[in-house]
Every structure is written in C-alpha cells, then in structure tokens.
C-alpha cells in the first residue's frame, strides 16, 4: 500500500470553491482505491504551511503528495 498525502488550503479560491473543498476529504476517501492508497488529508493553517507540510512528507517518505488550492499553495517564494 502506497502513502498518498492531499494538502488542501481551505481559503484559496472564491467563496464557492472555499465551499467545495470542505466536502474534499469525503469525496477523496470514496473515490481513492483504498487497496493501494493509504490517504493522509491535512488542511493549511497559514501562509507557507503548505510547503512546511510537503516537506514533512517527503521526509516521512510519502509515495505522493497532492497540493489542493490557488497559485499561491504551488509558489515558493
């Protein structure tokens, strides 16, 4: 089984997609072949978690790491 993580950042976006994203981790843990994937869902807390979170994972040796947000969860600075 494979170690998958989604890193969604709940304020990107407009007020709908702000929406959309709460029904994320539900959605996820139906639609993930839950055979090969063992899903970790963690949401933002503020700027630059994203990346802190993505390195932790890494370092944790996930197979996967998934970014759910805007332009600014991709962007380093």
Known sequence: MKNIAFIINP???S???QNAKRKLP???MQTLDS???LPNIAFTEYAGHATE???QFARMGF???VAVGGDGTLRKK
Do not use: N, P, R
Request: cysteine-free; hydrophobic content about 45%.
């Open 11 to 13: 304020v990107s976006g």
């Open 15 to 17: 007020k709908e997609t």
């Open 26 to 28: 539900k959605l996820i």
């Open 35 to 37: 055979e090969q994937w």
């Open 53 to 55: 979170m993505a390195y």
């Open 63 to 65: 197979d996967a790491v």
